[in-house]
């Protein structure tokens, strides 16, 4: 079975950086399209980057374009995101998540196309 595991979140200052990392076991990590998603308290889950399967494409929202930077190493089934210049703004649960796909240069905006989920791992920014 796959699984999808978060790590990295923490309580950090205004205009510090973390590093979130994302494992896959139990599939190919090649196989899939990965996302970062993120739900802050009282809203709804929102889009925050993607990437294709081998990673040469990918896409950030507007607003962490520039700040953000989602990457990923097949090799070690990780996927990344980077946070630079984080605002309390930022404060959230990160998941990632993950859709089986046969082609490069694919990825997904919506929730409904992931089907695989992690945990989630708060990131908390203080002002």
């Known amino acids: 079975q796959a699984t999808l595991v978060e790590t990295g979140g923490g309580l950090v200052q205004t205009g510090d950086s973390l590093r979130l990392s994302c494992v896959l076991s139990?599939?190919?990590?090649?196989?899939?399209?990965m996302a970062w998603f993120r739900q802050a308290p009282g809203k709804d889950r929102e889009f925050v980057a993607a990437?294709?399967?081998?990673?040469?494409?990918?896409f950030h929202e507007d607003y962490v374009k520039g700040r953000f930077t989602i990457s990923r190493d097949n090799a070690r089934n990780t996927l990344s995101l980077q946070m630079d210049s984080l605002t309390p703004e930022d404060t959230a649960v990160y998941f990632c998540?993950?859709?089986?796909?046969?082609?490069?240069?694919?990825?997904?905006?919506?929730?409904?196309?992931?089907?695989?989920w992690g945990q989630g791992t708060q990131v908390t920014v203080s002002s």
């Open positions: 998540a993950a859709a089986e796909t046969r082609w490069d240069s694919i990825y997904y905006y919506l929730e409904s196309e992931y089907g695989l």
């Open positions: 139990g599939r190919s990590a090649g196989s899939y399209a």
């Open positions: 990437i294709d399967r081998s990673g040469a494409y990918s």
